[in-house]
Nanobody
Framework: QVQLVESGGGLVQAGGSLRVSCGVSGLTFSSYAMGWFRQAPGKEREFVAAITASGGTTTYANSVKGRFTVSRDNAKNAVYLQMNSLKPEDTAVYYC?????????????????WGQGTQVAVSS
């Protein structure tokens, strides 16, 4: 059974930092690209960042570029999202997702497996 479990969310002040993690089991982690998405209340789920299976290529949404960093540890079956210079508009539930292919990583519908999400709230 495939499981993706996010952790590390919480409440932080604007300008602060937070790192969310996603532990993965039940699949060959090193064969899957990983993505981070977020969904704010009343809004659609949107792409945040992604990393290819090897970790060699990363992609970011324009809204987080320069502030967020995605990384992975294939030995630990984990992917991370380091979030710096947080803004109130970053408030959302953050989801990790796994895709067997390493292309078209920005599209929500292309992912095979999803976690349950972790809440990130940024106060002004």
């Amino acid at each position: 059974q495939v499981q993706l479990v996010e952790s590390g969310g919480g409440l932080v002040q604007a300008g602060g930092s937070l790192r969310v993690s996603c532990g993965v089991s039940g699949l060959t982690f090193s064969s899957y690209a990983m993505g981070w998405f977020r969904q704010a209340p009343g809004k659609e789920r949107e792409f945040v960042a992604a990393i290819t299976a090897s970790g060699g290529t990363t992609t970011y949404a324009n809204s987080v570029k320069g502030r967020f960093t995605v990384s992975r540890d294939n030995a630990k079956n984990a992917v991370y999202l380091q979030m710096n210079s947080l803004k109130p508009e970053d408030t959302a539930v953050y989801y990790c997702a796994a895709r067997r292919r390493s292309d078209y990583l920005v599209y929500v519908g292309n992912y095979d497996y999803w976690g349950q999400g972790t809440q990130v709230a940024v106060s002004s």
